[in-house]
């Protein structure tokens, strides 16, 4: 079975979660998976936290930073978006090193066969 691609733009800090729970699944379905994180949604990428982690976890499930080690480790693509990062005011060197800087342009360019998918 042939997967294709996702990509997941991220538009809203809310959307982060289910960004990164459709790219692991596509990414452990084995197709490529990225997780493109624009405006707000730069902000949750800063600390790796929810406000409902405690919630999350009470349910035996994962908080958001360990869906995304999770999620980097099954081969998820993490890409902030560079105007993202100066709408919120965050610095590159603020961000864990395994997430990548693009832009809505560059994203789209690589986007090649990938199903594009935006929350």
């Not at 197709?31 to 936290?49: K, M």
Request: charged share 20%.
């Amino acid at each position: 079975m042939s997967v294709r691609g996702l990509t997941f733009v991220a538009i809203h800090s809310d959307s982060v979660r289910a960004g990164l729970e459709l790219a692991a699944a596509n990414a452990a379905l084995g197709g490529r998976a990225r997780l493109f994180c624009q405006g707000e949604a730069v902000a949750a990428l800063v600390a790796l936290r929810d406000p409902h982690d405690a919630d999350f976890a009470a349910c035996g499930l994962p908080t958001l930073a360990q869906l995304v080690d999770d999620a980097v480790g099954l081969g998820v693509e993490l890409i902030a978006c560079q105007s993202g990062l100066l709408l919120k005011g965050v610095a590159a060197d603020q961000l864990d090193p395994r997430i990548a800087f693009g832009g809505t342009v560059s994203v789209l360019q690589t986007l090649g066969e990938d199903r594009l998918v935006a929350g």
